[in-house]
């Protein structure tokens, strides 16, 4: 035995400082901890206080003994408001402020490989391209987490041969062609179905370079771990193999804590599973969803990013209003612009409609939401943690996508997995009230049935036996080795 082996597995986690990849990461942090790795979970301090306010950090230590947070700054002023279109300032922040103290912490610093802890796995997201030359210099393995979905990262991975082939940039405006050079999705992907950053004919871009970029690091990690279940996106995964042919899927991750965290507490406990949220969630909506009737109510949520226009915010409002459906709409501060003040009078030919069948939140307990039984679809904009989360309770979608991976993921909701409708590119308050009333009403039972065979089949994936519960043991023997 060499002496390495005298160290226990350490693994750091390194997310994109953003809800959605810190409350998947947080799961797969505890699922790590409980398969006793120690986890060291790397947050910029503005994340960390908002976590301390909103979830409690406590909850985390309570639980795992070899699980602690550590922090960076992320470099931006306090009212910076991190929304989506600031991502390029954080991401650039981020390079000159935390990635030079998350070096000196792994190489020579708490972490180092002299040090009493050292680190012998890095997990980082995957648009974090520094991590691949810092684990190399240290000879310690690194894992990337994409957090977003495979369908959409893949569409990255294919922007070098559209490049290649002449089909990007495109040559006219039709968003309808079809897309040729992205093996695995022939006849399924539109050029309006490409993430958003594809909508450019300029191929030095920043976001296209961070892309291109992006993608010449992937290949450089030991492993790719993926927030997704084998029976959801096969043909996507055996793509992916070409680029990375060590990859971890071991999503939904919400659903895998829950089966593993129940299986540690027997079956009659029920485990109860930390949102990881860093807005302060309003349960009164859970009261309100208790007094409606079973599948009547559509759940309307745009993310923890997305920002829209007072416009389409009308144009939403008066879709769900006339659809005559009942909504719960979470309506997050600071995510409609042109608005004069957050708490805006509803206008009158609004009023009656929103206050006889609608109720309206800040910030909502999604998970908690999704799986009341008087939800009976859900209004979306396709971020990933969102899809999965409603893959997994079992309802249907209407998507209007805004970023990233979030075109492919409506697209593949839509035509491929038949889960839902497909909104993109269009806010108007007809189609709005269409949709609601085609998800909702005419073809209810067709939606509900697809998505109920989905959802147990992502259930099957995490339970014992299933590809992400395989997929999850084989990551953490992995990590074990890794220290050898
Ligand atoms: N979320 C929540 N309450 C809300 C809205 C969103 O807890 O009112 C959570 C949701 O459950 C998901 C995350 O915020 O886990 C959003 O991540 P997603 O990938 O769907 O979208 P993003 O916010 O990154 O655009």
Redesign the pocket.
């Known amino acids: 035995m060499s002496d390495q082996r005298a160290v226990s597995p350490h693994v750091l986690i390194f997310p994109l400082p ?3 990849p810190v ?1 998947c990461m947080l799961k797969l942090a505890e699922l790590l901890c409980l398969g006793q790795i120690q986890v060291t979970f790397l947050n910029t301090l503005h994340i960390q206080e908002r976590l301390r306010n909103c979830t409690g950090a406590e909850v985390y230590f309570k639980r795992y003994s070899n699980f602690r947070f550590d922090t960076v700054p992320d470099g931006l002023p306090e009212e910076n408001p991190r929304t989506a279109d600031e991502i390029w300032n954080l991401l650039q922040s981020i390079d000159a402020v935390a990635v030079p103290i998350f070096r000196c912490m792994v190489t020579s610093g708490v972490y180092g490989p002299g040090s009493e802890n050292p680190v012998t796995c890095i997990i980082a997201d995957g648009i974090f391209t520094f991590a691949a030359g810092i684990a190399g210099e240290i000879g310690v393995p690194l894992l990337y987490f994409d957090t977003i979905s495979p369908c959409g990262l893949w569409t990255y991975l294919c922007l070098p041969k559209l490049i290649e082939a002449g089909e990007f940039p495109f040559k006219d405006d039709n968003l309808d062609e079809i897309i040729r050079n992205a093996p695995g999705m022939e006849g399924i992907i539109r050029r309006r179905d490409l993430p958003s950053f594809y909508r450019t004919n300029d191929v030095n871009h920043v976001t296209i370079q961070l892309v291109l970029k992006e993608d010449k690091h992937i290949p450089l990690a030991q492993g790719l771990i993926f927030n997704t279940f084998e029976e959801l996106e096969a043909p996507i995964l055996s793509q992916m193999l070409n680029v990375c042919p060590n990859i971890y899927a071991v999503g939904p991750l919400h659903a895998h804590l829950k089966t593993r965290l129940a299986a540690e507490t027997g079956p009659e406990a029920q485990p109860t599973i930390t ?1 990881n ?1 860093i ?1 302060r ?1 309003d349960s009164s909506c859970i009261s309100w969803l208790d007094t409606q009737p079973s599948k009547s109510v559509i759940y309307v ?1 745009i ?4 920002v829209i226009t007072k416009d389409q915010l009308f144009e939403i409002w008066h879709g769900l209003v006339n659809s005559g459906s009942r909504f719960l709409w ?1 309506r ?1 501060p600071g995510s409609v612009t042109g608005l004069d003040s957050e708490t805006e009078e509803i206008p009158s030919e609004l009023s009656r409609g929103t206050k006889e069948r609608g109720y309206i939140v800040t ?5 908690e939401v999704l799986g009341h039984p008087a939800i009976g679809g859900f209004l979306t ?1 396709s ?5 999965l ?1 409603s893959i997994v309770e079992g309802k249907p979608m209407i998507c209007w996508p805004y970023f990233v991976d979030q075109q492919v993921n409506s697209r593949y909701v839509g035509e491929v997995w038949k889960l839902g409708l497909d909104m993109k590119d269009t806010c108007d308050r007809v189609v709005v009230e269409k949709m609601i009333r085609e998800l909702m009403e005419s073809r209810k039972n067709e939606f509900l049935e697809r998505a109920d065979e989905m959802a147990k089949l992502a259930k099957a994936s995490v339970s014992e036996g299933g590809s992400s519960y395989a997929d999850l043991d084989r990551l953490i023997d992995d990590i074990k080795f890794m220290n050898i």
């Open positions: 953003l809800q959605g409350n949102s949220s807005w969630e949520s993310g923890s990013l997305a979470v997050r910030w909502a307990p999604q998970d904009h971020g990933w943690n969102s899809t989360e």
